[in-house]
């Protein structure tokens, strides 16, 4: 409900502006998807025992050198693969190097393909995409390597797709935040440089953004086992069911609030639990909705300048009451 201004009110309009400057910092550090973390240079590289590896392109003595694509907002760099078996997806280490600007948000894609050796970039639309991943932050200034680890509703089921009997198969997909041409590059792409023309893997090879694609220029890349269990979407306590009873519960407990995890309620691992998660519950919850259910998306919700206001407002109030005394 809105009210006219007081004078008192009127004539706090500086406190106003500096308290929601205060509360919007807090915000913006809590702004990178903490179900994705992004890691600069890893003490094991690729990895130890990694589910999927395609080549390590910093071997001078296998390669004759190695080059670097820079990842643009027009430039969406691929390398296919083969997966023999099914496992949880838990970190996924790219052979990159990173910018020193402090560049925010990058994009990583898979696709299902039908032929891991094909050219051209008609299998990599739409209608074959198997999973995106989103980091929010700010990508580390890496030197060699950047990984992603996947928590809670990241972890996902890599199913088994592709074997030596058939081209069947996976593309890894890696671009900017938004993928406009506005976009600054988020680093180097890293990958081998045969001159002699060798496949260092036989199993898939480097797609460039045209869908041009080089046999004897793989992309170093690896898959590690994650431990932890895959969520159906909208579930929130990894029981494979979608429910009122403990995941809507869980959301509207924790609406609007900062949490850390998705038994908490986000579904989508921004770290708040907001109308966003709730809409995930909503279009994979298939039953009936008792009445008042939803009670709790009828809160309004405070502007940060409100919350701000009140916070100042009575801290200079207990000032004033204190120096009367």
Sequence with gaps: MHTSPTRRQVTTPKLLVAAAGLLALPLLCLSANAAVVATADPADGFGESPAIFTVDPYDTEQYSGNAQRGVAGDRRLRQTFQNPATFNVGDITLAFNGESGGVTGMTVRIYEVDD??????????????????????????????????????????????GSESDSLGYAIELSTRFSSPSDPSIGLLTF???????????????????????SARDVGLSFLVSTQPTFLPGDTNGDNIVD????????ATNFRQTVVDIASGDLNGDTLVDFDD????????????????????????????????????GCAARRRRDSRR
């Design 116 to 161: 891991v050796l094909a050219g051209g970039d008609d299998q990599f639309s739409p209608a074959n995409l198997f999973r995106e991943l989103t980091y929010d932050g700010v990508v580390p200034d890496s030197a060699t390597h950047l990984r992603l680890s996947l928590t809670g509703a990241t972890v996902f089921s890599l199913l088994a797709r």
């Design 192 to 214: 081998t440089n045969d001159s002699e023309g060798n496949d260092g893997y036989a199993n898939g090879r480097y797609y460039t953004e045209s869908g041009a694609s080089n």
């Design 244 to 251: 009122i009873e403990t995941d809507l519960q869980a959301i």
């Design 278 to 313: 709730f809409q995930i519950w909503k279009d994979n919850y298939t039953g009936p909705v008792p009445a008042g259910a939803l009670a709790f998306l009828t809160v309004p919700e405070p502007t940060a300048a409100a919350v701000a206001a009140f916070g100042v407002i």
